[in-house]
């Protein structure tokens, strides 16, 4: 049974960084794929960054790029997620997920292809 496990959320001020972390266990964590997702109350859940872990291959939302990084360490089949410049919009629920095989090719209605959910991670900006 796969266990995805998130940690490291917490409040900030605007401009702050978090680390977000992903811990996988239940299944071959090499050459899948490894996403962030983040919902803000009363929106859609969103993707926000994915990770093929095969070969570290990266792909981040629009609204990621340049402030946040995935990386991972493939001896602890941990998934992170650096959050720089931190703004209020980017308060949510930030959740860990995974599916078999490669990343999707694009962020649009993505949601309903990772079949693996962690419990979620509140991460809150604040003005």
Do not use: H
Request: with cysteine; glycine share 14%.
């Amino acid at each position: 049974q796969v266990q995805l496990v998130e940690s490291g959320g917490g409040s900030v001020q605007t401009g702050g960084s978090l680390r977000l972390s992903c811990a996988a266990s239940g299944y071959t964590y090499s050459g899948n794929c490894m996403g962030w997702f983040r919902q803000a109350p009363g929106k859609e859940r969103e993707g926000v960054a994915f990770i093929y872990t095969g070969g570290g291959y990266t792909f981040y939302a629009d609204s990621a790029k340049g402030r946040f990084t995935i990386s991972q360490d493939n001896a602890e089949n941990t998934v992170y997620l650096q959050m720089n410049s931190l703004k209020p919009e980017d308060t949510a629920m930030y959740y860990c997920a995974a599916r078999r095989g490669g990343c999707p090719s694009s962020f649009v209605r993505v949601v309903g292809m990772f079949p693996d959910w962690g419990q979620g991670i509140q991460v809150t900006v604040s003005s």
